[in-house]
């Protein structure tokens, strides 16, 4: 076809107006599971301190009647602490943008409550890690991370991670899952990773783990890529569970729940854990310590312009760390 001579067309205007959505679709993820479920405590000072306790091995206790008796030592409770982090997000607008008219609701408003969920992202990202804790000062002091509070099976204080094919081949042979020691949570180092997948056995001696110790986990949390291979289980992994007569969780091409003898477990996808990475966790033995909850502070006026900082210095609590289980460095 061809154009009429002498049409005016919209390459030749420069009195066209923009067309511009009026609002800002934003895809911001949100599925902070483990600082949204976990208790939250105050806490008074930078550094808490708790104490956790287990039991002798059970033995064969056989006494001859009337004989005297030696008085046995009980075993030692554990006294352990955790540092508080600070966590922050700074905005400073100035006069003139937030006069502008813009896409959206107002400039300030926006920007606090994009920073508000970037921190509980961070907030979420930093409890579910292996960081050590540290008391600082020069690099600012920082809370140990649900994986380095469980330790490995041959630490200095026994713990319960289980490695990719920890004694064949495929596995992570450079990995460490340290303990407790002088006064912090050694961090951990993930190392190589394995090269066989997570299978139902895998999960199956992490549960026994805790259950040995007295845990009761319910929740799997595990990385996407590990949730790949969790749905393509055959046994001990089941689509629905019936809560009630009526009520049942929905039948997809994924699983839901995962039921072993130590216990039924709702797995929960995570996008902080590493991708190698899995958790069981005892959600009523962990906790989220507050210093300072978090908070947006008017900050003073800088110069043509106005500023906030949104602030929040909490402390990862493993009230008990061996009522937990981790599986970890197996295959992306």
Sequence with gaps: MTQTAGSTETYDSAALKESLDSVIWDLFPMDTFFI???DKVSVGQTQHQWVFDTLAAAAANKQVEGDAFTAVTLVTA??????????????????????????????????????MK???????????????????PTAGRATGGVLAWIWGQGANIPGNTVLASAAG??????????????????????GTTGTVAMTIGDITSAANLAWIDGGEPDILLASSAQKNYIDTFTSLATRTIELSAEAKLPISQSANVIVTSYGTFKVVLSRYLNRS???????????LGQLRAPKVVDMAKREDGDAKLLVAEYTVIARNPNSSAALKGFKE
């Design 36 to 38: 949204s479920n976990v």
């Design 78 to 115: 554990t006294r352990v602490s955790n540092y508080t982090q600070i966590s922050n997000k700074s905005i400073i607008i100035t006069g003139t943008y937030q006069a502008t008219n813009v896409v959206g609701q107002n400039p300030m408003g926006r920007a606090v409550m994009k920073a």
């Design 118 to 136: 970037e921190l509980k992202r961070d907030m979420e990202f930093t409890c579910l890690g292996g960081q050590g804790s540290s008391a600082g």
């Design 169 to 190: 081949t495929g596995a992570n042979t450079t990995g460490t899952t340290p303990s407790y020691a002088s006064a912090v949570v050694v961090g951990v180092t993930d």
């Design 277 to 287: 990475d899995a958790v069981l966790l005892d959600m009523p033995m962990w906790a």
